[in-house]
């Protein structure tokens, strides 16, 4: 079979709709996602009683399952006892779970690197705990734990195409609903893989020029 561009160009504009809900679901969950690595990771370094336990049985319940699982109990399981949510918001918050567990250990590891001699100097400044958390130790965890946090946020766009599962107009699901129609297989995957390379690199990008900034004021 032969390679049809022309093809690509008629379904651009579908491809690009697909794109940009990838975008969306991607970006909505990589915020939460951090939201939840702060806190729990901030929970777990801290040692705070309960809370520390409850976040470490949420890691490992969402790290040992895999992330199909969890988007069909999310969907369709939840609905069961009440609580309904659209293909979106259900695609947001798997991706938000299943990224911020993933987020919790990177901060975690990130707060362990922070020396013990800045908390010493934060007390004798008469800093409260929290004033330690988010002016110290929390800057220098993010810095040290950025490439963690962007392989996370990574692996994150690319699980976005499992949303295609529940019927989600992403990137992946609008190939494949093309794919069933047009049998036109080679031109699609194709098509996806270059788009999906392309939206890591950007990510890729905006994030080592994030952390060439953080790390500036460090270089000498």
């Known amino acids: 079979m032969d390679f049809d561009f022309n093809y690509l160009l008629a379904q651009w ?7 940009l809900m990838t975008l969306r679901v991607s970006l909505l969950a990589i915020a939460f996602s951090l939201l939840i690595g702060i806190f729990g990771g901030a929970a777990r370094a801290m040692r705070i009683p309960v809370l520390a336990q409850v976040v470490a049985l949420y890691v490992e319940l969402i790290r040992n399952t895999p992330i199909l699982v969890q988007l069909f109990f999310i969907f369709y399981g939840l609905p069961a006892i009440g609580l309904e949510l659209s293909l979106f918001w259900s695609g947001v918050f798997c991706l938000s779970l299943w990224a ?3 987020q919790v250990e990177n901060m975690r590891g990130g707060l362990a690197t922070v020396e013990h ?3 010493e100097a934060s007390m004798a400044l008469s800093l409260k705990p929290h004033q330690y958390l988010y002016l110290v130790a929390l800057p220098i965890a993010f810095r040290t734990s950025l490439p ?6 990574i692996s994150l766009l690319k699980n976005s195409s499992y949303l295609q599962a529940i019927g989600l107009a992403e990137l992946t699901f609008v190939a494949v609903d093309r794919i069933a129609t047009d049998f036109r297989a080679i031109e699609m995957f194709s098509a996806i893989c270059v788009m999906y390379l392309t939206l890591v690199a950007i990510l890729a990008l905006l994030t080592g020029r994030l952390s060439a900034h953080l790390q500036r004021p460090f270089r000498h």
């Open 13 to 19: 504009p579908a491809l690009l709709d697909g794109v």
């Open 100 to 102: 911020g567990a993933y």
């Open 117 to 119: 001699k800045m908390r």
């Open 148 to 153: 963690a946090v962007l392989n996370t946020a």
